[in-house]
């Protein structure tokens, strides 16, 4: 026998608790039913009595019989001839049910001489007058329940009783009895029935969730997969209220690998850094020297060029660097705004030099706890790629504001934007479309963001530009980052 799999256990475990939930609430609302049906009932009971108490006609069931001169005939005689008064004032009563029975009982005749609804002419005169009696020998208005009623032909019963005075002698009783099996058969049924319609709805809802939830693992699956090959960020699930979920993971997912990445580069800098500067030096010192030296003049136009790839190895051995963990930070508390209007001059310099011009909108921003080196190098790196975006020149904003709990800092292009593709690997070391790039610039963006636990947006649009937004955390707010917080980032 083949063991069931996770899922059908899983289905088995729910049929069986959610069912058994049913019937302990099925039973328990069926037995609030049945005692809301049982004191209706009584009050049908009381009603009906009640009703034939004060229709009956003067005189007692003996002058019945005489006006209709039937006094000195047999038994059999007085109660037809009684029957033949009482009955048409029994059949004036309707009920909505057939499982109540009511009429006259004579203790006179010791005999029912009336009976309603559906009148039986067997229970008159075809019974054993003991069988009945004891039910109406009482003298004051009763409730009894009796088992093996005569009037239902051996089914339990519940019966009201009420006596009928003349002349302060009880000369019979006004009797209502409800066929009780047949109000326990009707709750049984309608119990039944619930369940049988509930235990179906859960079958359906069983059946739906589990298509539901073998398309999800197929999702699931195929969603795996495109996280492996980095082809998230257009995937669509079958079930098209699960996507959006589906891409806050791909969206974490890839901030956590982007992080991962940034952290492995980091500790292969800190390792190999400095062992690869210390030889280069030594390097360029011997060229420098003997491109000093006269008998190596045919060839100082190469020492030249290997001392400029030297001087640029060593540029991206320093951005290298930048990625560290463990790279000290000095937090303060600081101005955003001063910090830009302090390196403006050294920005719109570089931006005039490549035919672009920089548009400051600086708003009234509270301070922010960061490491103004950092910060000075993310705006220098940001403002540098919006330059290479825009070949031919254009025009770079930089905008602060205050957002809630953040301070804003944009930085926005009108240059050639970014494919959609390549937008997804930003901040990945190495990656870049630049002929001449590292692909470590924006990764030092991206690292100096982590370190002061901002978050950052992109968003660009091809052939009109890209913005990207860094949110900061302000020190005036209560949600602020300790600076405890802050260096539990770092470490």
């Known amino acids: ?21 049913l019937i302990t609430v099925t039973a328990h609302n069926q037995w609030l039913l049945l005692q809301e049906e049982n004191a209706k009932n009584i009050h049908w009971l009381m009603s009906i009595t009640d009703f034939l108490v004060k229709k009956k006609p003067p005189g007692s069931f003996l002058d019945i019989a005489d006006r209709h001169g039937a006094a000195n005939k047999c038994l059999r005689g007085q109660i037809l001839s009684i029957n033949q008064e009482l009955q048409p004032i029994v059949n004036d009563i309707l009920v909505p049910t057939d499982i109540i029975k009511f009429g006259y009982y004579s203790s006179q005749q010791e005999s029912i001489v009336a009976l309603g609804a559906n009148a039986d002419i067997s229970l008159l005169v075809g019974v054993d007058p003991s069988r009945f009696k004891p039910n109406c020998e009482v003298n004051t208005e009763q409730l009894i329940e009796r088992k093996n009623s005569i009037l239902w032909h051996g089914a339990n019963e519940v019966i009201y009783v009420r006596p009928i005075i003349e002349n302060g002698l009880i000369i019979g009783h006004a009797f209502a009895s409800i066929n009780q099996d047949a109000v326990y058969a009707g709750i049984r049924k309608r119990m039944v029935n619930t369940l049988l319609a509930v235990f179906s709805m859960l079958l359906i809802c069983i059946i739906v969730f589990r298509e539901l939830f073998v398309q999800l693992k197929k999702d699931l699956q195929l969603f795996a997969e495109r996280i492996l090959d980095g082809q998230t960020y257009d995937f669509n699930s079958e079930i098209t209220e699960f996507t959006p979920i589906l891409k806050y993971i791909s969206e974490q997912t890839e901030k956590m690998t982007r992080l991962d990445r940034l952290n492995i580069i980091g500790e ?28 190596f003049t045919s060839h100082k136009e190469k020492i030249s060029l290997m001392i400029d790839e030297l001087d640029r190895a060593n540029s991206i051995i320093t951005e290298f660097l930048s990625l560290a963990k463990n790279k000290v930070m000095n937090f303060t508390d600081g101005n955003l705004n001063d910090l830009i209007r302090d390196i403006h001059p050294l920005l719109q310099a570089d931006a005039l030099r490549n035919n672009c011009d920089i548009e400051m909108s600086l708003g009234d921003i509270p301070t922010i706890f960061m490491d103004q080196n950092s910060i000075r190098q993310l705006i220098l790196n940001m403002i540098r790629n919006a330059i290479d975006a825009m070949p031919t020149g254009g025009l770079i904003h930089i905008t602060t504001e205050k957002d809630e709990q953040r301070v804003l800092l ?18 990945t070391p190495f990656f870049t479309t630049k002929d001449n790039g590292t692909g470590l610039g924006l990764a030092v963006c991206y690292r100096i963001v982590q370190r002061h636990a901002a978050t950052i947006i992109v968003e660009s649009e ?14 005036i707010l209560t949600t602020v980052p300790s600076s405890e917080d802050i260096q539990k980032t770092i470490l």
């Open 268 to 295: 292969m800098a800190a390792g190999i850094a400095h062992e690869v500067r210390n030889p280069m030096t030594t390097v360029r010192g011997l060229l420098q020297l003997m491109n000093a030296k006269q008998e």
């Open 1 to 21: 026998m083949k063991n069931f799999n996770l899922t059908t256990k899983l289905n088995f475990k729910i049929i069986g608790v959610v069912l058994l939930l």
């Open 410 to 427: 944009a930085i926005k292009d009108h240059g050639i934007g970014i494919p959609l593709e390549d937008k997804e690997k930003l901040g």
């Open 462 to 475: 091809l052939g009109k530009g890209t913005t990207f937004t860094i949110g900061f955390h302000a020190t």
